[in-house]
């Protein structure tokens, strides 16, 4: 592709057609090349690099261009001299014992990003998004993430109703739930989290029969932050 069209993979619709995406820096391309070894969907993946990584060993193809290409196709303040531009990952089946999250309209690609990195420390955690989230492609996500894109198996544009045909266990936070301690969190196989400003639809909640639960905090403040609640959560799940 010329640089130009890699360009585009910026934008949403482009990546869809052109089923591939951008992953910038050094550590996320590392984690890519790590993955690949597993992924043989990522084997179609090439590097561009600047002069000062034209040495960087991979098992891709290396395409060497100046320092100003880098920084046109860059969308960082410093580009770090590296970019791979990767195949659309595909989410793997299943495991045994894997737990799910989804999350419903997430909107912060920091957010996003922050969530996968925390699932792939933990392991064994798919991430399944509503239709409206932000794109799991977007660099952004994928920078704030630091590679852990590709290790967390990814479903786009799971409707919240089809939750109940694949789990029969779904567990929400709820300031007036049980406490994410008791015994009867950990024995859920799916846990939903809202939007960062409007939270979850109670209703169709209401009608999947999900179980509330809540993190008690002793301060004054309504909330926590979408990711450091997570945090929190995948933490509790991984201890018990």
């Known amino acids: 592709m010329k640089l130009d069209e890699l360009r585009k993979l910026h934008v ?3 990546r869809e057609a052109a089923q591939r995406f951008l992953v910038e820096g050094e550590h996320p391309v590392l984690e890519l090349q790590k993955a690949a070894m597993l992924r043989p969907e990522l084997a179609g993946t090439e ?3 600047t002069r000062e990584h034209a040495n960087w060993r991979s098992p891709f193809p ?3 261009i100046s320092a100003l290409q880098m920084a046109r196709l860059s969308d960082t303040r410093s580009p770090q001299g590296i970019i791979a531009v990767a195949p659309l990952l595909r989410p793997i089946a299943p495991r045994r014992g894997e737990r799910a999250v989804y999350l419903h309209e997430v909107a912060d690609p920091g957010n996003l990003g922050t969530i996968l990195r925390t699932l792939a420390w933990f392991g064994r955690f798919r991430c399944l998004l509503s239709s409206g989230s932000v794109d799991p492609y977007n660099s952004k996500v994928v920078r704030a993430s630091s590679g852990a894109i590709f290790h967390v198996p990814v479903e786009e544009g799971v409707a919240l109703p089809a939750l109940a045909q694949r789990y029969p266990r779904i ?10 301690d008791s ?3 950990r024995e859920c196989d799916v846990y939903v989290f809202g939007n960062e400003a409007r939270g979850l639809p109670r209703a169709e909640l209401a009608e999947l029969k999900a179980r509330s639960f809540t993190i008690h905090g002793g301060g004054s403040i309504e909330s926590l932050n979408l990711a450091a609640a997570l ?7 991984h201890r018990a």
């Open 231 to 237: 945090n929190m959560c995948a933490y509790e799940l």
């Open 12 to 14: 949403r619709k482009h």
């Open 183 to 185: 015994p009867g969190f």
């Open 171 to 180: 567990a929400c936070l709820d300031l007036k739930g049980e406490g994410i």
């Open 47 to 49: 590097l561009l690099v």
């Open 62 to 64: 290396v395409h060497v």
